[in-house]
């Protein structure tokens, strides 16, 4: 039977021995362990520390020691339990009667404690310190080289389980990210859809004036054309040949309007078979080239192969776009002349009338 020595409570004080009574801790049940057998002493060595040790009775809320404080003592619980708090994303443990604690601090000497050790229920604490230790050396070196062992391999432990630990939140993480990484490209992808010609990947009629707007933002040379292109008597190729004939051909009209748009050019198909192209151009001659390539090159392939048809002849009309006017403007300017290449046959490009210009 050990005859334990009873000491007054010790005063507040910092360190090991500081007593926090306002700050007990806040603790969910189910956060707390048991810690796993290495950290019991056996019956040899618990009789032993005892007998060589400072008895200290505690009280609940208790705080031994705080995280990060440097200490050098080592405890041995006789009675009672104790928390051991390890920040915040880590589980606390619960230790009990025989169990040891704060072992780093004696052997390292002023090692930053871990944990915080907050006394959860009445007991009696063993406290070792060097010079306890020392006499242990002496007293029992066998005894005391096993629980050293023992001691080594219990920080091993913990710092695997610390290891993995953290390995696993850093999967959950990488997971985390993962899944957001894909919502934003859905989303990303969603918002590029409701810009887009389904049909021929050309911008919609909302792309073209989402890019309008930006442009109108941004940009410093307002030197531009429009050009306004219709297929030549597109209903007869749906009547004559299917609508997947006549798909295939709007397609081939936006792979014509692509090839002819430079990097700062915009193609969009406005509906039906109406498509417009966007174009950097400072004078009529500038924007005419580009919309007689256009013209000449479906009329070149339609002459290819005539039935069933992969492109229509096209009609263009085209006009300068004047940073001062707005889309309406430059689109009855474009579809007046439009109008008339239709009149006069299609298969032509016609320029803007003049007279029809805004000043
Ligand atoms: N295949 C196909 N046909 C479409 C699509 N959208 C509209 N159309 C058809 O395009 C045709 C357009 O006909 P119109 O506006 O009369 O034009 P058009 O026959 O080219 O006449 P002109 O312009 O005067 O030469 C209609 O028959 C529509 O049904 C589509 O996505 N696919």
Wanted: glycine residues 8%.
């Amino acid at each position: 039977m050990n005859s334990f020595r009873w000491y007054p409570r010790p005063p507040v004080t910092s360190g090991d021995r500081s007593v926090n009574r306002d700050r007990a801790p806040r603790r969910r049940r189910a956060d707390i362990e048991v810690l796993e057998p290495a950290a019991s002493l056996t019956a040899e060595e618990y009789a032993l520390f005892a007998q060589i040790g400072q008895q200290r009775r505690v009280e609940p809320g208790e705080r031994l020691f705080r995280r990060g404080d440097l200490g050098t003592t080592m405890y041995v619980i006789s009675q009672g339990s104790v928390d051991l708090d390890f920040g915040d994303d880590l589980v606390a443990k619960r230790l009990g009667a025989r169990e040891f604690f704060g072992e780093l601090g004696l052997l390292i000497g002023d090692h930053a404690r871990s944990a915080d050790a907050t006394v959860s229920s009445p007991g009696v604490l063993v406290e070792l310190r060097q010079q306890e230790f020392e006499t242990l050396v002496e007293r029992d070196p066998r005894l005391l080289a096993h629980f050293l062992r023992r001691a080594i391999m219990r920080v091993v432990l913990n710092e695997q389980s610390l290891i993995g630990r953290l390995r696993r939140r850093n999967l959950d993480l990488q997971t985390a990210l993962d899944t957001l990484r894909a919502t934003t490209h859905r989303l990303t992808q969603t918002e590029e859809l409701t810009r887009t010609d389904e049909l021929t990947g050309l911008a919609n009629r909302r792309g073209f004036h989402l890019h309008l707007q930006q442009r109108r933002r941004t940009d410093e040379q307002p030197g531009r054309g429009l050009l306004l292109i219709d297929c030549d008597r597109f209903k007869n190729i749906n009547d004559d040949h299917g609508h997947l004939v006549g798909d295939r051909v709007l397609q081939g009209v936006a792979n014509i309007l692509r090839s002819a748009a430079g990097p700062d050019d915009i193609a969009c198909r406005l509906g039906g078979d109406e498509f417009c192209l966007m174009i950097k151009g400072e004078h009529r001659d500038d924007v005419m080239r580009v919309a007689e390539f256009i013209t000449t090159t479906a009329h070149a392939l339609h002459e290819m192969q005539p039935s069933p048809p992969q492109i229509a002849t096209l009609s263009v009309g085209a006009c300068l776009v004047t940073p001062d006017t707005e889309w309406d403007d430059w689109y009855a300017l474009a579809d007046a002349a439009l109008y008339r290449a239709k009149r006069l046959g299609g298969n032509r490009v016609e320029w803007q009338d003049d007279a029809l210009a805004p000043a």
